[in-house]
Each structure stands twice: as structure tokens, then as C-alpha cells.
């Protein structure tokens, strides 16, 4: 039973485009939201979050919009560049400290 | 470097055998995390302290897992008669246990092969 789910294994996207990264979750009980970066061999490094109060965050070229109606987040990264190529793992944290992750997006930027 | 350190990078042991995994939290931060990740998922909770005791055990998949952190600070996580499908990477994270940010900053792993 995944509380937090990536559909979408896999994206390709140009260089200089926006990338979108989507998220959905079951658990109304989150109220807290990460996206991690990870390369391979190394661990997750935290990009952005959301608390469930807001709806936008904002950091650079990265935007996360939180919808709890339809417990969506998504992950913009505009303009797109060649080291975003990575894995990006969506978290939430609910009453318990422990974040559950999906299973990742793995984000590849094309010349 | 400052960040969460874990070692070994690499362990691969037979089955039934016992391992140690070691991590090394940021300097400060009271809140320490163990994950497991295994191929094609994503990392899955493990056990949580906060300062020496285990707040959160939830995540342990049954009694051949166990963790200490016996003076709040490094951590090992330990597993019994080890089995094929323990093999994962062992990701420990720590964090600052203040506020509502639960920022948590990962250490690059342990992959686990159990032969």
C-alpha cells in the first residue's frame, strides 16, 4: 500500500524547458512535503519542501505547488539544466517522524 | 566534510551471518534516521532516534533488526542471521529536532549484498 506514489519512472526533457515532476499521496494525515535529488552512489540531498499550510514554495529555479483537494504536489524546475539529471524522490512526514518516499522519477535533461 | 558519514560503503557477507552498519551524524543534530532502499524504490523507513533512545522502531521489518546510539551521537544498526533479501543500500539521515522543518541530510549509504 504506497501512501506516496511517482507514476512516472522516467522523464526526458530538453534543455532550457520546464520539468515537471508530479506526486500524489493517500495519507490526509501528512503535513509536511520534501523533494530529494539523488545521484547514483550517493544519498538523497533536500532540494525544497512545503508545509500542508501553504500551497507554493519557492527557491531558484525550483517551485513546488502543493493541492491538498486533490492530494497533489508537483515539482517544477525552470529553466532546466544538465546537472538536474538525477532521481528526485517525493517524501511527506505525518504524525510519525519517519518521511515516506515514492519511488522516485528519474529526470533526464537532453542537450 | 560536515555531512552524515556511514561506513562501510560496502558490505557483502553470506547468509546467516551478522552485520554491524555505522553512521555518523551531523555534529548537533539530535535526530537520527535509518532507511532502507531497495533496488528500484524508493528508501523506506527504518527506526528513528532522538538523542539516545528510539522514539520510532515502526519501520524494523521484524527482530533480526536492531539499532543503538548509546551516547547520542553515532549510531549502528545491526542485523542477526543475516538473509538474501536483506541485500539493499542502508541510508542513515539526520537532523536538527527543532521547529516544523524536518530537513534531513543523508549520508551516501551502505549497499548490502547477502550472498
Known amino acids: 500500500d504506497q501512501q506516496v506514489k511517482q507514476n512516472s519512472p522516467s522523464l526526458s526533457v530538453q534543455e532550457g524547458r520546464i520539468s515537471i515532476l508530479n506526486c500524489d499521496y493517500t495519507?490526509?494525515?501528512?503535513?509536511?512535503f520534501l523533494w530529494y535529488k539523488k545521484y547514483p552512489a550517493e544519498g538523497p540531498t533536500f532540494l525544497i519542501s512545503?508545509?500542508?499550510?501553504?500551497d507554493k514554495n519557492e527557491d531558484g529555479r525550483f517551485t513546488v505547488f502543493l493541492n491538498k483537494s486533490a492530494k497533489h504536489l508537483s515539482l517544477h524546475i525552470v529553466p532546466s539544466q544538465p546537472g538536474d539529471s538525477a532521481v528526485y524522490f517525493c517524501?511527506?512526514?505525518?504524525?510519525?517522524?519517519?518521511?515516506?518516499f515514492g519511488k522516485g522519477t528519474h529526470l533526464i535533461i537532453q542537450p | 566534510g560536515a555531512g552524515v558519514s556511514q561506513t562501510p560503503s560496502n558490505k557483502v557477507t553470506e547468509k546467516g551471518k551478522y552485520v554491524e552498519l555505522r553512521c555518523d551524524p551531523i555534529?548537533?543534530?539530535?535526530?537520527l534516521y535509518w532507511y532502507r532502499q531497495s533496488l528500484g524504490q524508493g528508501p523506506e523507513f527504518l527506526i528513528y532516534?532522538?538523542?539516545?533512545?528510539?522514539?520510532?522502531d515502526s519501520g524494523l521489518p521484524n527482530d533480526r533488526f536492531f539499532a543503538v546510539r548509546p551516547e547520542g551521537s553515532v549510531s549502528t544498526l545491526k542485523i542477526q542471521r543475516t538473509e538474501r533479501g536483506d541485500s539493499a543500500v542502508y541510508l542513515c539521515?539526520?537532523?536538527?529536532?527543532?521547529?516544523?522543518?524536518?530537513?534531513?541530510?543523508f549520508g551516501p549509504g551502505t549497499r548490502l549484498t547477502v550472498l
Open positions: 512545503i508545509s500542508s499550510i501553504k
Open positions: 539521515a539526520s537532523s536538527f529536532r527543532q521547529g516544523e522543518n524536518n530537513e534531513q541530510f
Open positions: 532516534f532522538q538523542g539516545t533512545g528510539a522514539a520510532d
Open positions: 555534529s548537533g543534530h539530535t535526530a
Open positions: 517524501a511527506a512526514r505525518g504524525s510519525a517522524d519517519g518521511l515516506t
Open positions: 495519507n490526509s494525515m501528512f503535513d509536511y
